[in-house]
């Protein structure tokens, strides 16, 4: 990391303002040498640090990114004010206004601003000592340089995010992260609520005992988090978070439908989070629909249901998957921009996209996808969620350590 914790605290002051705002994204080499005449290598190297990373914060830190003490790497591996607004929540949820929580491995401090924010009494803990000072910063709190594995647990609640990374390699073993999630969870012992972050992707069947929230923002999977929950509660949560503001939670034992339905009249998409926390048959007992095949990623229904879990299509035909023949059909559908959708590397969807465009002023969606062992076609037309009826329930009871909604 660039730079030492004296400057990165010298570029927060007053006195570092002209150099900020001298400075661009992708500054020249020529203005970067003009600018060493008053201020040092080390001191224009982490202002160009900050400049360049609050031109990239915005979308995860909104207007805050204008005032975001943070490096390029740092708020890379940040959670998104979103998510960590949605976290911050449950904490105070179950700990109340004003609970002493413990941010380890805070980083910049993503969820230390969110936790902050939320009423809660907040320490930022890091092994970097300027990353730790960079979320004390940012977040306004107490900030410690120190190991996790041997910091007093005097709280109620902690958040923590060990790094998963080892230079420019993602470990998806556990036991590879710093620290060992082994060795967390030993330390969480005894603490009344505690978060783990993890990567979307972790296979649930190597965590230990604990309730795995899969978090999306507006289609996008964003982390994994691990809760302490008491008995009783779901083992799984997926939760959504819209692009409208509004959150949407499914909370229940893992439900993974092994059964297939003919292709009806709509079909849907599903929300990330919700097959990645095996979810879908929690949603699917609350609807009249079917899952196409398992694997598919498709719910099937005589109508368009409306839901924020899903995206709703209506099927204009189905077909066995072949070039020539799929072609001529969007042809006699008017096809202008065809938008192919497939699964694990079936096919170059981009590619076929640009080949299957036509002339015609229909946008059209296709689905390639095995179903029953064979490659078929699902040509459709996207519909809006306003456009369905709406469902009289929804699985969205948000059981379980009160989320915001």
Not at 112 to 140: I, K, Q
Request: aromatic share 4%; net charge neutral.
């Amino acid at each position: 990391m660039i730079g030492s914790l004296q400057t990165w605290q010298w570029a927060a002051t007053d006195d570092a303002a002209p150099l900020l705002a001298s400075l661009r994204p992708g500054a020249s080499v020529a203005t970067l040498a003009g600018l060493r005449a008053r201020w040092s290598p080390e001191q224009i190297a982490v202002a160009t640090e900050i400049v360049h990373a609050r031109s990239k914060a915005g979308i995860k830190f909104g207007a805050r990114a204008e005032r975001l003490i943070a490096d390029s790497d740092g708020l890379q591996m940040a959670s998104s004010i979103r998510s960590a607004r949605h976290k911050a929540a449950r904490f105070r949820a179950a700990l109340g206004d004003g609970a002493t929580v413990l941010d380890a491995c805070c980083g910049i401090g993503g969820d230390t601003m969110a936790l902050s924010d939320a009423g809660l009494h907040v320490t930022a803990l890091d092994l970097h000592e300027c990353r730790a000072w960079m979320a004390g910063t940012n977040a306004r709190c107490h900030w410690v340089a120190g190991d996790f594995l041997s910091h007093p647990i005097e709280v109620l609640g902690i958040h923590i995010d060990p790094a998963r990374r080892a230079g420019d390699t993602r470990s998806r073993d556990p036991e590879a992260f710093q620290p060992p999630l082994s060795e967390i969870v030993r330390r969480l012992e005894g603490c009344r609520l505690s978060a783990v972050k993890l990567n979307p992707g972790v296979k649930p069947e190597i965590l230990p005992s604990g309730e795995l929230e899969i978090i999306s923002e507006s289609g996008s999977l964003m982390q994994a988090v691990l809760w302490s929950v008491p008995a009783g509660h779901g083992s799984r949560r997926a939760t959504l978070l819209a692009g409208d503001g509004s959150t949407h939670t499914i909370s229940a034992d893992p439900d993974r439908p092994d059964d297939s339905t003919p292709i009806g009249d709509y079909i849907h998409t599903m929300d990330p989070a919700l097959e990645r926390a095996d979810l879908v048959g929690a949603l699917l007992r609350t609807l009249d629909a079917g899952i196409v095949f398992p694997g598919t990623g498709l719910l099937t229904a005589s109508r368009p249901i409306r839901s924020a879990w899903l995206t709703p299509f209506r099927v204009l035909d189905v077909l066995p998957w072949n070039r020539r023949s799929v072609r001529a059909r969007l042809r006699c559908l008017r096809a202008g921009i065809v938008t192919v959708k497939t699964r694990g590397g079936l096919l170059d969807a981009d590619r076929l996209s640009r080949e299957l465009r036509g002339d015609g002023p229909a946008d059209l969606v296709l689905f390639v996808l095995p179903i029953d062992g064979r490659l078929r076609a699902i040509i459709t037309d996207r519909l809006t969620n306003e456009s369905a009826p709406p469902e009289p329930t929804e699985a969205s009871d948000g059981a379980g350590l009160g989320d915001g909604s």
